[in-house]
């Protein structure tokens, strides 16, 4: 017979967002709330200065996003070695490496050069493209969304570099059209453009079928028995191929190498700083799922980018600057075409969208 313990039991590990402080370089720590102004020497350097008179300069460094373990340890030691050893990544995946001595900058910008990092993203600059989780982590992508990101980040390597833009821009992918994709200055988004296929053997084994039916926005899935099993059918005058039905039940098979196409969407933003948050709106749609290297999203994301660069007033983002010209002066000056699809006029809206349980008006 086991013996009676007198450990009491584990208590559960409180988890959460760790105290930074710990980790923060000491000038920091000790001037938490206490800066008085902070400039940029250079691009790709922050410089703070604080009211006790201490400084501290930040390099800031771009990284490829999906770091190996030697790509880790390379920046770890470079920061050891030319630095005070403290490193920090941003929610962008960029580096950032803070010195508290002026003449320890240009040595740690060298080392990280020479490397084969890129020092920049301050100020009004391309930032590190941030995109969704992708093969790695997700079961349900239609593209590879790093690796769009890695082909688009070849190409804009001097906009991260320079700081030649009105002001930032937040680039982002993402890998289906419903789920974890953020509001960006520009936007790289899957488009599917036809209904999911029934793989009606597999679903019966698979899906928990009345949650698939929920999950539609349009009321476009019904139930059905098909070859004498529990299946699923889709009305599709109704979808709008959104790809909701899919994580729940793989056997609705709408991810395909030719209708799974790309989207560009412009003038979202998350942050409610200067201005109220904003969604994007699609701009380009039906670009080719094209790896390795989707150069036609990388040809129409430059098109917009140098037209922001070239029209846009100082300071203004890329939403900014398009409700400040309007549309009609947006295609113009982008050259993209402008087509019938891009208007929404909601023909059909009230009686496909009253048959969903979602949204009722
Ligand atoms: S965007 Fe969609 S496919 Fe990509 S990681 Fe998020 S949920 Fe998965
Ligand atoms: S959930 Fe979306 S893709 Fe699936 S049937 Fe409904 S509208 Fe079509």
Redesign the pocket.
Known sequence: MAEATTEKPRSPIESGTPDPFPHLHPTLRRNFGLWRYHDRPQPGVLHHVAETGEEVWTVRVGTQRQMDLATVRKLCDIADAYADGYMRFTIRATAEITVDDEGKVQPLIDALREAGFPVGGTGPAVKMISHTQGWLHCDIPATDASGVVKALMDELYDEFTQENMPNKVHITTSCCQ?NCGGQGDIAVNIQ?TK??KIQHDLVGDQCERPS?VA???????RPAMVNGKPSLE???S?????????PPCPP?Q?NDPEHSRLAIWVGGSHSNARSAPSFHKMVVAGLPNNPPRWPEVAEHVKQILYAYRDNARDYERVGEWIDRIGWKRFFELTGLPFTKHHIENWEGSRYKLNTSAHLRF
Do not use: L, T
């Not at 999950?215 to 899935?221: D, G, K, L, S, T």
């Open positions: 419903i599917h209904p999911p698939v999950r539609c926005p349009v009321a476009a899935i889709v009305d599709e109704k979808c709008v191929a959104c790809g909701a039905c899919y609705m709408i």
